[in-house]
């Protein structure tokens, strides 16, 4: 089946900067080739139910941002290795939470919403201490 794969979770102190990873098989297991029309990144922290962070429409690179992360992180894309990634800068204890990272392989006039996505990576740990 389609695999996504996250890398690049850590424990870090406030202030500082991660860079997760996140790369997508584009072939399934019957051989067909995965067409991704849009990646993004969700995170939850315990008890707490998964919200959106940031995501990018892979042809234009077009990326959206929730409101409590714009202006720290960017979400990008590198169309040759599949993979897309989430430069986190100025953490704080609030970005603490397991982050996924998560496909959708048809065209969605919405990025917001988890439940557009089709596909799903196992998530990374991101830990920030005070």
């Known amino acids: 089946q389609v695999q996504l794969v996250e890398s690049g979770g850590g424990l870090v102190q406030a202030g500082g900067s991660l860079r997760l990873s996140c790369t997508v098989s584009?072939?399934?297991?019957?051989?067909?080739?995965?067409?991704?029309?849009?990646m993004g990144w969700f995170r939850q922290a315990p008890g707490k139910a998964r919200e959106f962070v940031a995501a990018?429409?892979?042809?234009?690179?077009?990326?959206y941002y929730a409101d409590s992360v714009k202006g720290r992180f960017t979400i990008s894309r590198d169309n040759a290795k599949n993979t897309v990634y989430l430069q986190m800068n100025s953490l704080n204890p609030e970005d603490t939470a397991v982050y996924y990272c998560?496909?959708?392989?048809?065209?969605?006039?919405?990025?917001?919403?988890?439940?557009?996505?089709?596909?799903w990576g196992q998530g990374t740990q991101v830990t920030v201490s005070s």
């Open positions: 998560a496909a959708v392989d048809t065209y969605r006039a919405t990025l917001y919403r988890a439940g557009v996505y089709n596909y």
């Open positions: 584009k072939r399934t297991a019957s051989g067909r080739t995965f067409s991704y029309y849009a």
């Open positions: 990018i429409r892979w042809s234009a690179g077009t990326t």
